[in-house]
C-alpha cells in the first residue's frame, strides 16, 4: 500500500514522505489514527508545495540552528496560566502554549511539534523546556510559569 505520512512515524519516515507499507499497517493503524493518507498524483503535488513552503520556513542547517539556540537560552520567557490558591494548575502547560509565549517574548517562531516538555507542567514556578531544533541540535529554554 502506498501512503503520504501526514506526521513523522519513527521508523518510516517525515511528513510528506511517500511510503509503501503492507495493506494492514495503513489502514488499521496510519490512516486511522491521521498519520497518513492514500497516495494519488493530486495529494502527491499538493504534499509536495506544502513541503517545499515548509523547507522555506524551517530552520536551514546546523549553523542557523545554533544561532536559534543562543536566541532561545538568552530568553526570560514568562507564561500567564490559570492557577488556584495553591499554585496548582487548571489543565497542564502544552506546547503550543509554549510556542506562543516563545513567539510574544521576542523568540523566534518555534514549531510546538519541536517542543518535548519532560514532565508535565501542572504547577507554577520555573521550568525547562526543551526545544528540538536540529536533529543535532537541541535548546534549553528557561520557562517561569505564573498565575494569572
Known amino acids: 500500500m502506498k501512503l503520504i505520512l501526514a506526521q513523522e ?6 511528513p510528506g514522505d511517500i511510503v509503501e507499507v503492507k495493506d494492514g ?9 491521521g498519520l497518513a493518507i492514500g497516495w494519488t498524483r493530486g495529494a502527491e503535488k ?14 536551514q542547517g546546523k549553523e542557523h540552528a545554533s544561532e536559534v ?3 532561545l537560552e538568552q530568553l526570560a520567557v514568562k507564561l500567564d496560566v490559570k492557577a ?7 489543565g497542564a502547560v502544552t506546547p ?6 516563545i513567539k ?21 514556578g520555573k521550568h525547562q523546556v526543551s526545544v528540538q531544533l536540529h536533529p543535532e541540535v537541541a535548546a534549553t529554554v528557561k520557562l517561569e510559569v505564573v498565575a494569572a
Not at 499538493?46 to 530552520?59: E, G, N, P, S, V
Not at 503550543?96 to 509565549?101: G, I, K, L, N, R
Not at 510574544?104 to 507554577?124: F, M, N, Q
Request: proline letters at 5%; charged letters at 25%.
Open 25 to 33: 499497517y495503513g489502514r488499521n493503524y496510519l490512516v486511522p489514527r
Open 84 to 90: 488556584g490558591d495553591t499554585g496548582r494548575l487548571f
Open 96 to 101: 503550543a502554549d509554549v510556542a506562543a509565549a
Open 69 to 71: 539556540k543562543n536566541q
Open 104 to 124: 510574544s517574548a521576542g523568540g523566534p517562531l518555534v514549531e510546538k511539534r519541536a517542543i518535548a516538555i519532560a514532565t508535565p507542567i501542572k504547577s507554577t
Open 46 to 59: 499538493q504534499i509536495l508545495t506544502i513541503k517545499r513552503a515548509r523547507d522555506a520556513r524551517a530552520i
Open 9 to 14: 512515524v519513527e521508523g518510516l519516515g517525515a
